[in-house]
């Protein structure tokens, strides 16, 4: 068994972040695997990491003209330049480049191919109305690359030092970001593991990656309510699985199910799991329901708990807080709680279900009219004439004042 | 909701292999996905399939010398040439290439670095001691690349056309296989998606490659049993999941349990799943246990069923089938059927438990000494002076005889 040998030596040398602790497949499992792994993180400082003073820049001979904003379609068309950063198991992470948008020249073998060692971010920078660039929460996107990058045997890297060089990437490009508001530039670091041997093992090379991509708002016209089907016969994630970080694996499985759903004519899929039928996460968002309770009629805003089959989304921790600061004084029960399918549906037909959305990065929040389950249309308390619910508009609007730096607040960083 | 809609244009364009009907979340939902699969592939025909008639050779100008068979890695060198078929949703697939080993030059925003779409087969050329080449089972590999790369919406390929240009590749290649009994040359098709936009789809364009590597035997000096941890604290595959397909995405997430196993001694980790810590399979092979029914004292061969969390490996099944033929007259029961971690522990303390062994293509058969669990060490029937059981040995013997075409048999098939 020549090449567990190997892993067990590479781990020496790597200080790989690694779980020390692990006793049962649950919940609280998952937790410590977390903070084991910032634990021992810190073992692989040894290694030189991530350093924004080496920085490099190499500029495009050929600028390229940015795209007219009316034609923008999301994650088509990039900027002039890309982030490049490159780390071994021997040297750690090599001083980073910026340089012009370009190719990755890479073998066959490498293990990116054949073992989906992939982690990603989503995050955007927006033009304020001084003409500023600012990143919204750019720590978090930090904070949960680290924890995807570490769950696949990839390094972690410095957020502070990475988030520096990405506002040099933003800088540089910023004439590619519209300044109309709902407009921004899509940000997609990306880490990959680069070593050319078929040996499933951990990654002894990485490059980590950052392309940028003009984009705009999703609903150009204003909100557009949206149709879900409830998906009971495939599965997303798991207790004990890594359905709870942002990495590739979690994504190209989830295609066919979202087809079969567009086929019917919904344009997303909402993920149930387990006899139960929770409530988990819609295709590329987080789900919140605004509800009535049964008993007490009190108003409680929803959304399913971080148990390790649930992403953990930058925006669902933004409409949390807000709802905790701004809704909860009105009287709004705010709970990271799991719900079934078939409550939510009683819900429904009981008149207390007052309204559902998605929560992402691309749309902040995404209004939903219908969810198909079990061969019902369940109402999600939108009028006929209405295409978003209080609730959605509010967070919305909240959030994007933050992101455009109308209302002051530190989750907006200016660049 | 722009990119779903392409979605669904997309779906009707490609008749991408879709589920038609899928009620439950369970075994036989699993398997009329398969069905439902093959079935509307069919739809796709009308795009051009591979036509290896078409196959165009480049030949290298700088071959190189092969390794000296003692050096050789799993996985690390590669021929001097590749296969390389491209697809695309409007022009099917496009004229099979052999080509000099090159890299592949890919835009950072290709889909398959972002989403893992990839799949993958691994399978092996040998030399007969009449100098002819020849593969094994090469049906069941082709037949499983197609279930992979239907689940992730990338195409599907005529199996048939892809061996005959595989054929060719090895021909080409064949001065690289060592002719030594246990020697072969590994080769890897792998298709990834490469379309170049971040919308979350199912990709309109693709690569199939396929890339030699010669190697030597897993256990050169004969076998070597091995010690497994079971892992109870990460859950590798889920029922409604995609464990059952050979996608990268199965891969990455196994490497930390690995790993973790590698730090206290274990060669590789043993995945049970669920409450009942069902016995699934061990990091890269199927997993068999020969034991004695308690009840009847029978001579048992399990292995776990194919219900959608293990992986359908082609030794798996030719065990199995070998075991059917040639260990069933002679008293054995052969079971595809689940077995809980505390049943095999309960064997092996009441003197029951036989022999256990892993299977998979790099090895054929891996004896296992013991499994550690719940903080005790599971003998797994090995004396101490025994590195393998006398099921391996047979089943090494009898498939390698195949293989190398000592014994006729159509799964060895003659290029």
């Given amino acids: 068994m020549k090449s567990l040998h190997q892993l067990a030596r590479r781990q020496a040398l790597t200080g790989l972040a690694m ?3 692990l006793s049962s497949q649950n919940i609280a499992a998952s937790r410590t695997w977390q903070r084991a792994f910032s634990a021992s993180t810190a073992t692989a400082s040894q290694l030189p990491g991530l350093d924004a003073s080496k920085l490099t820049i190499t500029k495009t001979t050929t600028p390229k ?32 480049r910026i340089v012009p948008y370009q190719n990755l020249s890479l073998d066959p073998a490498t293990c990116v191919f054949h073992y989906a060692f992939e982690c990603f971010e989503g995050m955007k920078a927006y033009k304020d109305s001084t003409g500023g660039v600012r ?24 957020g502070d030092e990475l988030t520096k060089v990405i506002g040099e990437l933003v800088k540089l490009d910023s004439r590619f970001i519209p300044d109309a508001r709902g407009y921004s530039l899509y940000l997609r670091p990306t880490m990959i593991g680069t070593q050319k041997t078929l040996g499933v093992g951990p990654p002894g090379s990485a490059l980590l990656f950052v392309i940028a991509s ?22 997303r994630a798991w207790p004990g699985g890594v359905g709870d970080k942002k990495l590739g694996a979690n994504y190209a499985p ?17 993920w149930l799991f387990g006899e139960e039928e929770y409530v988990t996460e819609v295709g590329t968002m987080n789900l919140f329901i605004a509800m009535k309770n049964k008993e007490t009629g009190q108003k409680e805003l929803i959304t399913a708990p971080l148990d390790g089959t649930i992403l953990e989304g930058v925006t669902r921790d933004s409409v949390l807080t807000l709802a905790r600061e701004r809704l909860a004084p009105e009287g709004w029960n705010i709970s990271e709680r799991k719900i079934r399918m078939s409550d939510v549906a009683e819900a429904s037909e009981e008149g207390r279900l007052l309204e559902v959305f998605g929560a992402g990065t691309a749309a902040i929040v995404s209004p939903v009219r219908n969810i198909s389950y079990k061969g019902k249309m369940v109402a999600c308390g939108l009028k006929k004439e209405e295409e978003a619910g209080e609730i959605a508009l509010q967070m919305k609007n909240w959030i994007e ?15």
């Fill in 19 to 21: 779980p020390r602790v």
């Fill in 65 to 96: 003209e940015p795209m007219d904003s009316k034609d923008l379609v999301f994650g088509k068309y990039f900027t002039d330049h890309m982030l490049s950063m490159e780390w071994t198991a021997t040297d750690g992470w090599h001083a980073p």
């Fill in 135 to 158: 990143l919204f929460r750019p720590n978090k996107n930090m904070e949960r690359l680290n924890k995807s990058s570490a769950r696949i045997a990839l390094p972690t890297v410095n």
């Fill in 214 to 235: 003009p984009v705009g708002p999703y609903y150009p016209t204003g909100f557009k309510a949206i149709d879900l089907e409830a998906t009971d016969y495939a599965v």
């Fill in 254 to 270: 989830c295609i066919l199910p979202q087809l079969e759903a567009a086929s019917r004519g919904f344009q997303q899929n909402l």
């Fill in 401 to 415: 004042g933050i992101q455009y730096g109308d209302e002051k607040n530190p989750w907006s960083v200016v660049i």
